[in-house]
């Protein structure tokens, strides 16, 4: 399982031109579920992105977490993220969980999260959307379950 985040200071998914989830201060996280992927994975990732701590404090350092300054969450599913590149042009998506497995893990994330008491604002699974977002210093971090 792959998550992308990226602290913003605004975020909005939208499908057919309707916006159907927005956020303010937070992170927007693109949401990747591998064929190999489980539960586990999705707790692991839970754990971290909760307590990543990329929020200045006082001093200006990246000390405080999405808790510490009651940060909303931006959930997209992006199997894309498993894409392999290795042979050819055009890439190839095995790697990806199939879509009944991925969304399943992928609703259980965004639940989870919200049992952290996070407010969750999401796309929709397997729909093509149009994200905006302003990325805030920028910071982008890549976290992958298989690296734990």
């Known amino acids: 399982m792959r ?3 990226q602290k913003v200071t605004e975020a909005s998914v ?8 927005e956020i303010g201060e937070g992170f927007m996280l693109l949401v990747g579920i591998g064929k190999d ?18 929020f200045e404090d006082e001093e200006g350092k990246m000390n405080r ?11 997209i599913s992006q199997f894309t993220l498993f894409a392999d590149t290795k042979k050819g042009n055009r890439p190839s998506f095995t790697n990806a969980a199939p879509p009944e497995t991925g969304e399943a893990l992928y609703q259980a994330f965004n639940e989870l999260l919200r ?21 805030d210093g920028p910071v982008t971090i890549l976290i992958d379950s298989k690296n734990k």
């Open 115 to 135: 049992a952290e008491g996070f407010p969750v604002a999401s796309g929709k699974f397997g729909a093509h959307m149009s994200v905006r977002l302003n990325n």
């Open 14 to 21: 939208s499908v057919d031109d309707e916006i159907i989830g």
């Open 3 to 5: 998550v992308v985040v």
């Open 65 to 75: 977490s999405l808790k510490d300054v009651d940060g909303a969450i931006l959930s």
């Open 37 to 54: 992927d489980t539960q586990d994975d999705v707790l692991y990732l839970v754990r971290k992105v909760s307590n990543l701590r990329v």
